[in-house]
């Protein structure tokens, strides 16, 4: 290799790593952390201070959606002193951001709308002060109906419970609800 050559290619890869935004004098010591990466945190529960008249409060986690299809977790906790208990599929409505009751089919266990979620099926749960329940929500975000307005839900009502949402159920009417089971400790 000439000189002139061995310049040439020494330039090069000085020019590689200064268009590359690299310091060739940098080492790992002097690179910035990396920013922390954002974390979907489920509502926070509510303290026994501020647990409500009922004994239990409601919230709902961040739904997952892919394709059209939505799935959120909505978790009920015992945060009063008795014994309480679910059973079943529970009882729900929608309502639009004007509080109206949106027109829409409950599909108990959300088979017609996706097999991917499993129903654990219609049982009793009991639950000690401290402990949770769940169920899923499920839906689909299409629109195959050019003469029906797009159901859009701002709150999701069960029981006294009203927990704010966006379930935007395209023009298919449908919502699924998957039946009450223990939830794990600490969800």
Avoid at 80 to 104: F, I
């Amino acid at each position: 290799m000439t000189v002139m050559s061995a310049v040439r290619a020494l330039s090069l890869a000085v020019l590689c790593l200064a268009g590359c935004g690299v310091d060739a004098r940098a080492t790992v010591q002097d690179r910035p952390p990396a920013p922390p990466t954002a974390v979907q945190r489920p509502t926070p529960r509510p303290t026994p201070a501020a647990c409500p008249r009922s004994g239990t409060s409601l919230t709902a986690e961040q739904p997952n959606a892919a394709m059209g299809l939505r799935v959120q977790t909505i978790i009920l906790t015992n945060c009063g002193d008795e014994v309480r208990s679910v059973h079943g599929y529970p009882r729900v409505r929608l309502l639009d951001e004007a509080g109206e009751r949106l027109d829409l089919e409950i599909d108990k266990g959300a088979q017609r709308i996706t097999t991917a979620v499993e129903d654990p099926g219609p049982v009793t749960v009991s639950l000690r002060p401290g402990r949770s329940a769940r169920f899923a929500l499920v839906w689909r975000n299409t629109y195959g109906d050019t003469e029906e307005a797009p159901l859009l839900g701002t709150t999701l009502v069960v029981g006294g419970h009203r927990v704010r949402g966006h379930f935007d159920l395209g023009s298919t009417g449908r919502l699924g609800v998957t039946a009450w089971e223990p939830a794990a400790a600490g969800e």
